[in-house]
Nanobody, 124 residues
Framework: QVQLVESGGGLVQAGGSLRLSCAASGRTFSNYAMGWFRQAPGKEREFVAAFSWSGGNTYYADSLKGRFTISGDNAKNTVYLQMNSLKPEDTAVYYC?????????????????WGQGTQVTVSS
């Protein structure tokens, strides 16, 4: 089992920034990648970004490149999502996810564990 604890969500004005954190614990010895997804009301869950512990590779949704940055701290088993220039359309519940396998980073069904989610609200 792997437990994921997210933090850092909240209310921010358009143009502002937030940093989300996700700490993993449990059977992380073969930790391969962690990612962020988001789900807005009435919409499907969508891929935001992923971080591969092997090599530190990062992957982003095309529409978010340049505004969002994902990073990882191996010693803490924690990934971060720095979100800048936030827009009202970024409002969603953001979910952290963990996967043992490689590839298919943007596909939610390929992740093995999920956090509870943290609300991000961007006001106009």
């Amino acid at each position: 089992q792997v437990q994921l604890v997210e933090s850092g969500g909240g209310l921010v004005q358009a143009g502002g920034s937030l940093r989300l954190s996700c700490a993993a614990s449990g059977r992380t010895f073969s930790n391969y990648a962690m990612g962020w997804f988001r789900q807005a009301p009435g919409k499907e869950r969508e891929f935001v970004a992923a971080f591969s512990w092997s090599g530190g590779n990062t992957y982003y949704a095309d529409s978010l490149k340049g505004r969002f940055t994902i990073s990882g701290d191996n010693a803490k088993n924690t990934v971060y999502l720095q979100m800048n220039s936030l827009k009202p359309e970024d409002t969603a519940v953001y979910y952290c996810a963990f996967k043992y396998s490689s590839r298919w980073y943007s596909v939610a069904t390929h992740y093995d564990y999920w956090g509870q989610g943290t609300q991000v609200t961007v006001s106009s």
